[in-house]
Each structure stands twice: as structure tokens, then as C-alpha cells.
């Protein structure tokens, strides 16, 4: 089943006063489907960040459309966009975005508080998380008392609790040491294959290399795809460098 649909997407950001047009998005079309995990690569300035904050309903289309499970998100009201992403996306970021005056068990319950959710149900979604997620101990510690790894995963926590039908990742490993880096990503596919729809934006070749699909971005356009298929994670590296090198020197594109 087709869970994001995303078609002809165009975004022109016009300069202060009007002077300059900037098409950061320029015809973009796919889907992804539900349980699928796709990791989305280009270069820096290739129109990467405009697409991801567009799905994630922090900016509005020039034109085109963005639709998940049949809802269309550049057509929700103002007032609708927050409830909206806190009840269906869940969010990873490469800085974490956890509250230092919160403990992390705070942090996990904040987008539950806001839904309104009791104090009985937000604990009884979060002990299996936090077990599963290993931060079980960590609970009542504060970001500062705490690695990156185990603030990445109290993030990934705290963006599963309201069992998102999509989770946005931005750059996740992008703070992470290479210790740090494995163990997030094999989080990442162990929630995919518990049925947990994952999109990612890496400058990493290892980060999407654990993903079953990889898009290319170039000068506001997918410009290529990979899929993983059966191929080993050392073999999807290799061809994700191969493509991104035929990116960056011109080379002609496959299909």
C-alpha cells in the first residue's frame, strides 16, 4: 500500500523585495510504500532540506502535491499542521532537539502531553520503547548527563511513542561517533522491520547503505534510485559511492 505519494512537486523561493527567483524543487515525483525504509542523498544545495521540510509540512509547495495515507498536507489550515504532524510523523534530528531542562522521560512524553494523552497510558507505551531502545536506565537522566547515542535514541523514542505512520529523519548519524552511528542504524532497521515506515536524508554512504532504497537528488530533481534488493550492505556502498561520484562529475544518468 502507498502510504506517501508525492507528485510534480515545485518550490520557488522568491528573494527579499523579489528580485530572484530560486527553484529549489523542481518536479519531483515518487512514493513510498507502507514498511518501506528509503534514505534520500544529494549534494549540499541539491534541494534535499526544501523536500524534507515540505513532507514534514513546515513549508508549503509552489505547486504540486504531497499526499500521506490520501491526505493532503499542503491543503491542511494553519491550524490543523500541528496536530497533524504530532499525531502521524515522528521526527529524528541530526541535534537531537531534546529540551536540557527535561529529563529524557519528559522529553519522550512531551508530543503524548500535548496530545493530551494520561500519565497511565504515556508510561505503559513508553517502558517497552525504552527497553527496546536500551535508555531504560537513562530515564530520569538529563540530556547533558548523557552520550549522543543515548540522546539519539531517547529521539528515536520519543518519535516512535505516537506510533507515527511516517518517521522523517534528518542527517540522524550526523553527530554520532561510528560506534554510535551502528547502533542507531541497526535501531532504524530493526523498527523497519517491525513494520515502521522510515525516511531518511544522509549525506551518509554508510547510514544509506541500511536502507532498501536510496533516492538521488540533484539541482531540485531525482535524478537516479537504488534498490537494495539482496545486494549485502558492503555492495549497496558500493554502488551509492559509484553513483554519487557519476553525480558529482556529470555522468550520464542510469535507469
Same mark, same amino acid.
Given at each position: 500500500?502507498?502510504?506517501?505519494?508525492?507528485?510534480?512537486?515545485?518550490?520557488?523561493?522568491?528573494?527579499?523585495?523579489?528580485?530572484?527567483?530560486?527553484?529549489?524543487?523542481?518536479?519531483?515525483?515518487?512514493?513510498?510504500?507502507?514498511?518501506? *525504509?528509503?534514505?534520500?542523498?544529494?549534494?549540499?544545495?541539491?534541494?534535499?532540506?526544501?523536500?524534507?521540510?515540505?513532507?514534514?509540512?513546515?513549508?508549503?509547495?509552489?505547486?504540486?502535491?504531497?499526499?500521506?495515507?490520501?491526505?493532503?498536507?499542503?491543503?491542511?489550515?494553519?491550524?490543523?499542521?500541528?496536530?497533524?504532524? #504530532?499525531?502521524?510523523?515522528?521526527?529524528?534530528?541530526?541535534?537531537?532537539?531534546?529540551?536540557?531542562?527535561?529529563?529524557?522521560?519528559?522529553?519522550?512524553?512531551?508530543?503524548?502531553?500535548?496530545?493530551?494523552?494520561? *500519565?497511565?497510558?504515556?508510561?505503559?507505551?513508553?517502558?517497552?520503547?525504552?527497553?527496546?531502545?536500551?535508555?531504560?536506565?537513562?530515564?530520569?537522566? *538529563?540530556?547533558?548527563?548523557?552520550?549522543?547515542?543515548?540522546?539519539?535514541?531517547?529521539?528515536?523514542? #520519543?518519535?516512535?511513542?505516537?506510533?507515527?505512520?511516517?518517521?522523517?529523519?534528518?542527517?540522524?548519524?550526523?553527530?554520532?561517533?561510528? #560506534?554510535?552511528?551502528?547502533?542507531?542504524?541497526?535501531?532504524?532497521?530493526?523498527?523497519?522491520?517491525?513494520?515502521?515506515?522510515?525516511?531518511?536524508?544522509?549525506?551518509?554512504?554508510?547510514?544509506?547503505?541500511?536502507?532498501?532504497?536510496?533516492?538521488?537528488?540533484?539541482?531540485?530533481?531525482? *535524478?537516479?534510485?537504488?534498490?537494495?534488493?539482496?545486494?549485502?550492505?558492503?555492495?549497496?556502498?558500493?554502488?551509492?559511492?559509484?553513483?554519487?561520484?557519476?553525480?558529482?562529475?556529470?555522468?550520464?544518468?542510469?535507469?
Amino acid at each position: 500500500m502507498t502510504l506517501l505519494e508525492v507528485n510534480n512537486l515545485k518550490k520557488v523561493y522568491t528573494t527579499r523585495f523579489g528580485g530572484n527567483h530560486v527553484q529549489a524543487l523542481s518536479n519531483v515525483t515518487f512514493s513510498v510504500e507502507q514498511g518501506e *525504509y528509503v534514505a534520500i542523498m544529494g549534494e549540499s544545495g541539491s534541494g534535499k532540506t526544501t523536500l524534507l521540510n515540505t513532507l514534514a509540512a513546515l513549508d508549503k509547495p509552489t505547486s504540486g502535491e504531497v499526499l500521506l495515507n490520501g491526505k493532503s498536507l499542503p491543503d491542511l489550515k494553519e491550524k490543523e499542521i500541528s496536530a497533524f504532524r #504530532r499525531d502521524n510523523l515522528g521526527f529524528v534530528f541530526q541535534d537531537f532537539n531534546l529540551l536540557d531542562t527535561f529529563s529524557l522521560k519528559d522529553n519522550i512524553f512531551l508530543p503524548l502531553v500535548l496530545s493530551g494523552k494520561t *500519565y497511565d497510558e504515556m508510561n505503559r507505551r513508553l517502558q517497552p520503547l525504552a527497553a527496546k531502545l536500551g535508555i531504560l536506565e537513562l530515564l530520569e537522566k *538529563y540530556p547533558y548527563e548523557v552520550s549522543g547515542g543515548q540522546k539519539q535514541r531517547a529521539a528515536v523514542c #520519543r518519535a516512535l511513542i505516537t506510533n507515527p505512520q511516517l518517521i522523517l529523519a534528518d542527517e540522524p548519524t550526523g553527530a554520532l561517533d561510528s #560506534r554510535a552511528t551502528d547502533g542507531l542504524l541497526r535501531i532504524f532497521s530493526e523498527i523497519n522491520e517491525s513494520g515502521q515506515t522510515i525516511l531518511m536524508v544522509t549525506h551518509s554512504i554508510k547510514a544509506a547503505s541500511s536502507a532498501k532504497r536510496v533516492l538521488f537528488i540533484k539541482d531540485g530533481e531525482i *535524478y537516479h534510485q537504488l534498490y537494495k534488493g539482496s545486494s549485502s550492505t558492503e555492495t549497496m556502498f558500493q554502488k551509492i559511492s559509484d553513483t554519487l561520484t557519476m553525480i558529482a562529475t556529470g555522468g550520464a544518468r542510469n535507469e
